[in-house]
């Protein structure tokens, strides 16, 4: 009998990338592990961000309302289907209800994982040291990791999300969020910062798409330049094949270590 994956992502703070997370980091993950497309609900009144990724071949995507409903009925239609699935749960308001509903509904025992998205602001990180306390409050065993994200490369990691992480060298005497978090349950994760997302997003696919597309680019980009076709043809094309390239070093450096994280946490028994 095959395995069904159901993960969420969620924390109430906005600003933190769960859109970003979801589409391109969980949904690929399944894709890749599975080699099929994912149902991909989002919980969320005010953005319609799954609409970026709407070319994307790894998706069947669908916008749950939450405002005046009682979301319990409609989990369990969800987290009882028989294909992989990611929730994407918006901030505020919507996250509080959507995880109070998981909860009463005991439909929080059908979840694989919950993936708990951050940047390197202090509410961000309080923001998800409270989903994760509620979540362990309800479900001791859940499965749950921290996703670092807009990582700045240039910087070091332990810098950028010192409120998190803890101070490197002790000059505060300040501990980071993750010493209030079980020693089993300290898993986390890092996407950095990319104009390979903001460009990937514009073209309503993912990062890992485009790195896996297979198109010659090389070949295009000759063909133009040797049929005398226009600079602006040119600079397309040529744009074309360095994304494609962003894309696919991103693909190898942070999504498949990312990829490997996702498995250790959520296979490990």
Known sequence: ??????????????????STVSMQ????????KFKQPVSFFEFD??????ISFEKSRLVWLEKVEVAGKDLREELRDILLLENHIVMD???????????????????????????IPLMDGELDAVSAITIYQKLKN????????????????SRDLEHQFDIFLGDKYGFFE?????????QKDRNYL?????????????????????????IDVDRELKEAIAQGASKEEIKR????????????????????KAFAKLDRVIDYT
């Not at 009144?45 to 799954?50: F, G, I, L, T, V």
């Not at 300040?174 to 079980?182: A, E, L, P, S």
């Not at 094309?237 to 894309?247: A, E, V």
């Open 1 to 18: 009998m095959q395995k069904f994956y159901k993960i969420a992502v969620i924390n109430t703070k906005g600003g933190v990338g769960k």
């Open 174 to 182: 300040t501990k980071g969020v993750i010493n209030y978090i079980d």
């Open 237 to 256: 094309l040529s744009f074309k094949k360095s994304l494609k390239r962003d894309c696919e070093r991103y693909n190898e450096r942070i999504l498949q």
């Open 190 to 214: 890092v996407l950095s910062d990319s104009d390979a997302i903001k460009y990937s997003r514009a073209f309503g696919v993912t990062v890992w798409e485009l790195a896996n597309q297979n």
């Open 138 to 153: 309800a479900h001791p065993a859940i499965k749950t990791i921290f996703v670092l994200n807009r990582w700045n490369e």
């Open 89 to 115: 749960v918006g901030a505020n308001k919507t996250a509080v209800y959507v995880l109070e509903s998981l909860i009463d509904s005991g439909m929080v025992y059908m979840l694989d994982a919950v993936v």
């Open 25 to 32: 980091l969980v949904v690929p993950y399944l894709y890749q």
């Open 45 to 50: 009144d005010e953005n319609e961000d799954s």
